[in-house]
């Protein structure tokens, strides 16, 4: 499928330019991309099974207006009013009959009479009364919005076309928020609270900044930041000095994005507000709930209808300040509560909208619209919820896996791995008749469970060694039971696997990414073929940002978990740890190869308490740092969605596909 995408992008200072080209990066890998960002630019509208309309209420996107009513297309509407873009595509270019006009069409002879009155100096734009969206609507095939609030406004404005609520993509990163601090002069135990985006009259600055005055006279030291373009009706230096809040409160200003970000990070707190709203969702917004900060927005608009687990929600009215200085003082005081919302927050925007989910959705609905499939629009995009796999009732525990293990060397594994492999068996999904199972780097230690307890019907191990071979493998359990199995050689970084496309149900990877040398993709883009169509791949793998890695790295060793070089004479049959991944890295790899991911958490290799990392996780605590996902293993089920996405991810190879 083609898709012209019509936005503009970057340096243009609009957040939608920002959303459009983080949009453009993954929605390429699933359709046919070109990317039209300005004025006169050269393209055939008629060459696209669909066009994709980035619109939203600003200067910025005055082209994208008025191709989308040349050529109708899909209409992403970012918010339910477009009045200062008609202003400035009528009055900013001299025109007030097209601008009465344009009222007249939208809302009738009242609206064109006030703009009369207007235009004589003698009352304001009605900017909140005026929506300005019927003409667009009227010319759009389909509209995408990111909240019931947009969609409402859109059926009341006349819109009778398909509408599709797809989630504002949220960015989940990584940012040197301790390096920010300091670049501030502050330490960790500071209270820092942010504002960020543009520094706009509605965006309720005043309310936050009386609310923080109060908090400073129970917490002399805390900060508070304001990093975004200043507007010109809200002079903040007149306002900071009237709070006597200038040696409390900084203005940055503009920022380029990364420092943007690293300033958010640095923050203990990131306030949102906004009153009045037309609808809009704010990008800084969700890029705060990825950076798993605790946030206080506006109860109004599409910001109601974020969970309320993951946000503190503020109530515009009398009782405004007086809500925004509580839950600022609970935030500040209690750090535990703090953190805790923040990580309900990066987890819900993972699961819910992360940039891959939102593509998908994306490329879901415009393949509906270019289709003219008349089914339920919504349902078209986000479409029935695949089912959980199934997993095992009881699943095996190592008394059973222990008693399929004879040799004495592989039974001290198997008791060192035990809580490692119980997990695995736990969350491989259930087999039935016909299904087929690969186990990768098979020693017949949980094999015999995948038929014997899990179901498949048929399993299969691979293993390194010369390619075109298979060896047939026998195990007695202490109970007598037998169990035999193949299993093929192959070299996983180099050799075509020796199996059909879509032959397999599940495959499992567990313990062999870190020993990869030279090429991981290859084997990832193995894995992806051999599986079929929503299939499962269950992967485990050390953490190289456990806490006891940390605490190696801080007392001067190695992080690895096994980083020595192996004796030559015992090579490869028990090769070393080439390359240990953190766990944002191997759902990045999953996802680069086609997969998404459905459970990724982390927990011991065996259940031993450790309290002697303790003391990492309170330093990771005291500096505002991540404390989840720092167990020893990663544990990760994904299912396949598609083809290999990047072939050779930049973050991972030299060189690489950005």
Request: proline share 7%.
């Amino acid at each position: 499928m083609r898709v012209a995408m019509v936005s503009p992008l970057p340096p243009s200072k609009s957040g939608i330019a920002d959303y459009a080209a983080t949009l453009a990066d993954h929605l390429g890998r699933l359709v046919r991309l070109d990317l039209v960002s300005q004025a006169g630019e050269r393209w055939d509208p008629s060459s696209y099974d669909v066009i994709l309309y980035q619109i939203g209420n600003n200067p910025w996107h005055d082209f994208v207006y008025e191709l989308a009513l040349r050529y109708p297309g899909v209409v992403v509407l970012h918010e339910a009013n477009l009045h200062h873009l008609l202003a400035e595509l009528t009055i900013r270019r001299g025109d007030w009959d097209a601008y009465l006009g344009e009222l007249e069409y939208d809302a009738g002879p009242e609206a064109a009479a006030r703009g009369r009155l207007a235009r004589s100096g003698k009352v304001g734009l009605d900017y909140e009364g005026v929506p300005m969206l019927r003409r667009l609507l009227e010319r759009s095939r389909a509209l995408i919005v990111h909240s019931r609030y947009v969609a409402e406004q859109a059926r009341r404005a006349g819109f009778r076309g398909p509408i599709a609520r797809i989630p504002h993509g949220a960015w989940i990163v990584e940012a040197d928020g301790v390096g920010y601090r300091r670049r501030l002069g502050l330490d960790e135990t500071t209270p820092l609270v942010g504002i960020f985006g543009h520094l706009k009259p509605y965006k309720r600055i005043p309310e936050a900044l009386r609310a923080f005055r109060r908090l400073v006279r129970l917490a002399p030291r805390a900060r508070m930041m304001l990093a975004g373009e200043p507007h010109p009706d809200l002079p903040l230096a007149p306002l900071l000095r009237s709070l006597d809040l200038e040696a409390h409160a900084r203005v940055l200003g503009y920022l380029p994005l990364e420092d943007f970000t690293g300033y958010m990070a640095a923050c203990d707190v990131v306030v949102n507000l906004r009153y009045p709203t037309v609808g809009e969702t704010s990008g800084s917004l969700l890029r705060a709930l990825g950076l798993g900060k605790p946030v206080l927005v506006s109860d109004v608009g599409a910001f109601s209808e974020l969970p309320d687990e993951i946000c503190l929600k503020v109530e515009v009215g009398p009782a405004e300040e007086d809500l925004i200085f509580e839950f600022l003082n609970v935030l500040v005081a209690r750090p535990d509560l703090a953190r805790a919302l923040g990580e309900r927050a990066r987890a819900w925007v993972e699961k819910e909208c992360s940039w891959p989910v939102v593509a998908r959705q994306y490329a879901s609905f415009l393949r509906a619209v270019a289709e003219g499939r008349s089914s339920d629009w919504e349902a078209a995009v986000a479409g029935t919820p695949p089912p959980a796999p199934a997993v095992a009732v009881s699943p095996p525990k190592a008394d059973y896996i222990l008693s399929w293990v004879s040799d004495p060397e592989a039974r001290t594994y198997v008791e060192m791995h035990r809580t490692r492999l119980e997990v695995t068996l736990a969350i491989t999904p259930a087999g039935g008749p016909g299904d087929r199972v690969l186990e990768m780097g098979a020693y017949l230690q949980i094999t015999p469970a995948l038929k014997t307890r899990l179901g498949y019907e048929e399993v299969r191990g691979c293993y390194l060694g010369p390619a075109g071979r298979t060896e047939r493998r026998t195990v007695v359990s202490e109970q007598g039971e037998r169990f035999e199995c193949d299993v093929d050689l192959f070299d996983a970084e180099r050799d075509r696997f020796p199996y059909p496309d879509g032959y397999f149900a599940t495959v499992l990877c567990c313990e062999v990414l870190e020993h990869l040398a030279l090429d991981p993709m290859h084997m990832l883009a193995e894995v992806n073929r051999v599986l079929r169509e929503g299939g499962h791949l269950v992967l485990s793998t050390p953490n190289i940002v456990s806490l006891r890695a940390i605490s190696a790295v801080l007392q001067g060793y190695h992080p690895g978990l096994f980083s020595q070089y192996v004796r030559p004479e015992r090579a490869p049959s028990e090769p070393r740890h080439h390359r240990e991944y953190t766990p944002r890295e191997v759902q990045q790899l999953l996802e680069d190869a086609g997969f998404t991911v459905l459970h990724l958490k982390t927990g011991p290799y065996r259940e031993d308490a450790r309290s002697e990392y303790h003391w990492v996780r309170e330093l990771l605590e005291r500096h505002s740092l991540p404390t989840d996902l720092r167990d020893e293993a990663i544990h990760v089920v994904a299912r396949k969605t598609g083809p290999v996405r990047q072939r050779y991810p930049s973050w991972l190879y030299v060189g690489g596909e950005r």
